[in-house]
């Protein structure tokens, strides 16, 4: 039962209690927020051929999350630890409006691609946000994990509207060609996490079966069905590396650290090599930066697709 029906709110006085939530939250954080945004300076790691791909869950700019957790307060401090890991390709999960324009301006290296999943005040989206110094953008798009992708929609008992973002990049340097989506798939439907799976495999083909990364916030550990389906058509990145890094990803800002694995980077079953992977464990002075660790794969593009 939600907490205002059990405390015997009706929905109005829900909505006002979570407005004057965010405005103590707003007017407590937001000095220090405004304060400490600056454009992140991320330096270009990678070679020709390499390809870094961070994915990441923001935790949405939520007016219930006090003290540290707020994303006021925390906002700078996952910044920090984006720049830290010098991604070329990132994906954000749970990107409310407030939070996109913030990233968009403090990452100018990056151009980026979003749409929301529905029209709700607070919507989120899974932006994608890239190099532009490393990639020209041929082709960009979003579509709805449902049976109309191309409408805002959602089947198989789906909670929530549920999206995808992506991209096709062309490599600047070698003319290499790879496509990368982005998603955070149902939290309560297992069937809706699976379809939707298939339903980024129709849009890979449609496109032309380029080399991809399909990574996210998959809301499924691999004891799951979820699982076992996108690893029959993808390779789960960390297991191509001789040490594979298998902790925790949503750690509840820390209270569960023993949690499973829910964030994943999967690629095409041709197109790359995975040369490193890990969970970015980014606790600066003891503060989680978000409810999830990132996780980050060094990449490259194989010989074939470089030289194409």
């Known amino acids: 039962m939600k907490l205002w029906k059990r405390i015997g709110l009706g929905a109005g006085g829900a909505v006002l209690a979570g407005l004057l939530a965010f405005g103590a939250s707003f007017v407590w954080y937001y000095p220090h927020y405004r304060q400490q945004k600056a454009a992140a300076a991320v330096p270009a790691e990678t070679g020709a051929g390499e390809v870094r791909v961070m994915s990441c869950n923001l935790r949405c700019l ?11 307060y925390r906002a700078d401090l996952l910044l920090d630890g984006v720049a830290d890991a010098a991604p070329d390709v990132i994906g954000f999960q749970e990107a409310t409006k407030w939070q996109y324009a913030y990233l968009r301006d403090t990452l100018p290296e990056y151009k980026s691609v979003i749409t929301y999943r529905d029209n709700a005040v607070n919507s989120e989206g899974c932006p994608v946000f890239y190099r532009a110094d490393r990639y020209t953008l041929l082709d960009e798009g979003s579509f709805w994990l449902s049976e109309t992708p191309g409408e805002m929609s959602k089947d198989w008992d789906a909670a929530c509207y549920r999206i995808c973002s992506y991209v096709v990049l062309e490599e600047k340097a070698s003319g290499a060609q790879f496509a990368v989506f982005n998603t955070h798939l149902d939290h309560v439907s297992d069937l809706a996490r699976i379809n939707g799976i298939h339903v ?24 799951s069905d979820t699982y076992k389906s996108a690893t029959e058509s993808f390779l789960d990145a960390k297991y191509q590396t001789q040490n594979a890094d298998t902790g925790a990803t949503y ?37 989680y930066t978000s409810d999830h660790f990132p996780v980050l794969a060094q990449l490259r593009l194989t010989e074939a697709n470089t030289d194409a």
């Open 62 to 72: 939520n007016p219930l999350d006090f003290g540290k957790k707020n994303w006021f």
């Open 200 to 223: 980024v495999l129709d849009k890979m083909h449609e496109i032309g079966d380029l080399p991809a990364v399909l990574m996210g916030d998959m809301n499924a550990t691999e004891s």
């Open 251 to 287: 750690q509840n800002w820390g209270e569960a650290l023993q949690n499973d694995c829910i964030d994943y980077i999967f690629t095409s079953k041709t197109g790359f090599t995975v040369e490193a992977f890990r969970v970015v464990r980014y606790v600066p002075d003891g503060v």
